[in-house]
């Protein structure tokens, strides 16, 4: 049993991005300055970004320590955060993006397993 859910999750992660080849998307980054949290969800982000959007994406990383105004207007309440405002709806994924599958879910790469 444990194999077929593995090929499943494995299938799953491997036709991530296919459906809106075209679909451009617009990703927000809300990090803590240089901490070993907001550098890991950089690199995170970036990888899946390259991996399964190449080319098709916009990011912005905001350091809340140089831009604070932005914590309001956007309402984050934890970092780090991510949104991403395009393809609708907003989504938001809250923590350092460690877990592939839950960015990919969150990003709607995937479908929720």
């Known amino acids: ?3 077929k859910k593995s090929r499943s999750k494995q299938s799953r ?12 998307y617009m990703l ?19 990888a899946v970004c390259e991996q399964y959007l190449k080319g098709r994406y916009h990011l912005e990383v905001v350091d809340i ?9 956007d309402q984050i309440v934890a970092i780090p955060t991510l949104i991403r405002k395009l393809p609708p709806p907003v989504k ?22």
């Not at 990090?31 to 690199?43: K, M, N, P, Q, Y």
């Not at 604070?68 to 207007?73: D, T």
Request: glycine share 10%; net charge positive.
């Open 13 to 24: 992660l491997e036709s991530a991005g296919a459906g809106g080849a075209t679909e451009r």
């Open 92 to 113: 938001r994924i809250i923590g350092d993006l460690s877990n592939k599958e839950r960015t990919l879910v969150g990003l709607e790469l995937v479908p929720e397993p």
């Open 28 to 46: 927000k980054l809300y990090v803590t300055g240089a901490t070993e949290r907001s550098l890991r969800a950089i690199a995170n982000l970036k």
């Open 1 to 3: 049993m444990a194999q």
């Open 65 to 73: 320590y140089r831009r604070p105004e932005l914590l309001r207007r």
